[in-house]
């Protein structure tokens, strides 16, 4: 517990440290907010990026109060953090399933749903409350029905009826879009979305009513909300960026700038080692700062020009341009990660930054997973909302 604010330039931090920028975060809920034109409630963040309570506070404190999830630690922590409802967009199956349902059991005033994408795994929800969404395939091939094929969509959809389970919707992550530039990603994500509508429309067609429809992580959110069919569903279509609350190099190099997104999570290292003549080290590995999107890992916010090469377990070697002051031995560095997602896994503690202060240590609540043979069988606690 802190006793008041303290200076992050003279805090004797041990790095390489999480840094949170609180008044950068509420710009980019703000910013979110407002390409929903101020309706909170079409927003289902997936918080395998956020992992902090202390944001999904943030996120329920401005209304929303639907997420998504991939862990079960994930949805016990949106729980606690006052979610009110949460899908669980990852294949369940077996022991996953298994404690999905249990969770949804113990804890029936929160909202439970799940992914199916096969008739085979509808044995294990039955006798279930949970609700389940179709995840249709957009063309990833990663999991999901093929979104063209809608006579399968129709006959699973059929399935999970029959089993008496809760039909609550449909599932379309479009984000093997994320590498073209933004005018062809608009392009082919529209194409995209007039087949998902069709597969809507035909399972409405056949009287199977499609309650709500999931769409877009960060490189595609823009695309969904210019998106004049999916307008047309109202509320009924919700997005679900999670990049966008923190950012990094990758999303803010997707996303148009005039959108107003700013980088809110960085990673404080320090130079400790000067190895050879325009080379420093600083103490943030790949065990640090994911190296899952690449080189470099990262960008030095102090100063882009400088380059970090590749990675090792603690160490990451940058060159220093002969243009630039070579960063003394002891200097702090902050670094933007590449991929900001699972760098934030890596961490057990937030500093929370304001006006420069540190001004409270958070825990990474979600990060990991719950125990492999027994969870946590704790009920949720749910915090207020300051």
């Not at 004797?12 to 008044?23: K, R, Y």
Request: hydrophobic residues 40%.
């Amino acid at each position: 517990m802190l006793r008041g604010p303290i200076p992050l330039e003279s805090a004797p931090i041990l790095t390489p440290a999480l840094v949170l920028d609180a008044a950068a975060l509420e710009a980019n809920l703000a910013a979110m907010l407002r390409l929903l034109d101020g309706e909170p409630d079409r927003w289902r963040p997936h918080v395998k990026t956020a992992k902090l309570s202390f944001t999904m506070r943030r996120l329920v404190a401005r209304g929303v109060r639907r997420f998504k999830c991939a862990t079960s630690l994930e949805l016990r922590v949106a729980a606690e953090a006052g979610a009110a409802e949460v899908l669980v967009a990852y294949p369940a199956v077996g022991a996953f399933q298994r404690r999905i349902r249990e969770f949804a059991e113990q804890h029936r005033e929160i909202g439970v749903c799940a992914l199916v994408d096969s008739p085979q795994a509808l044995g294990g929800w039955r006798d279930s409350r949970v609700g389940l969404f179709i995840d249709l395939d957009p063309g990833m091939r990663r999991t999901g029905v093929p979104v063209e094929e809608t006579e399968a969509i129709v006959e699973l959809a059929r399935c999970v009826l029959r089993e008496g389970l809760a039909l609550a919707g449909v599932h379309y992550y479009e984000g093997h879009l994320g590498h073209l530039p933004f005018a062809p990603r608009e392009r082919e994500a529209h194409r995209g979305y007039e087949r998902l509508l069709a597969a809507v429309a035909e399972l409405e067609s056949r009287g199977i009513p499609v309650g709500e429809v999931v769409t877009s992580g960060t490189p595609t959110v823009p695309c969904a909300l210019s998106h004049r069919g999916l307008r047309g569903l109202g509320r009924r279509h919700r997005v679900s960026p999670g990049t966008l609350v923190y950012n990094d190099v990758t999303s803010l190099g997707q996303l148009p700038a005039e959108l107003g997104f700013r980088p809110a999570v960085y990673v404080l290292s320090t130079v400790v080692s000067r190895p050879a003549a325009g080379w420093i080290t600083c103490d943030a590995g790949h065990k640090t700062i994911s190296a899952d999107a690449g080189i470099p890992t990262c960008a030095v916010l102090d100063d882009p020009a400088l380059e970090p090469a590749r990675p090792s377990e603690e160490h990451l070697p940058i060159r220093v341009p002969p243009d630039r002051p070579c960063p003394e031995l002891g200097a702090r560095l902050c670094l933007l990660p590449r991929h900001i997602c699972p760098t934030v896994n890596q961490f057990d503690h937030a500093l929370i930054v304001q006006e420069g202060c540190i001004v409270a240590v958070e825990s990474v609540d979600a990060r990991g997973r719950e125990a492999p043979l027994g969870a946590s069988r704790a009920a949720p606690k749910r915090r207020s909302e300051g």
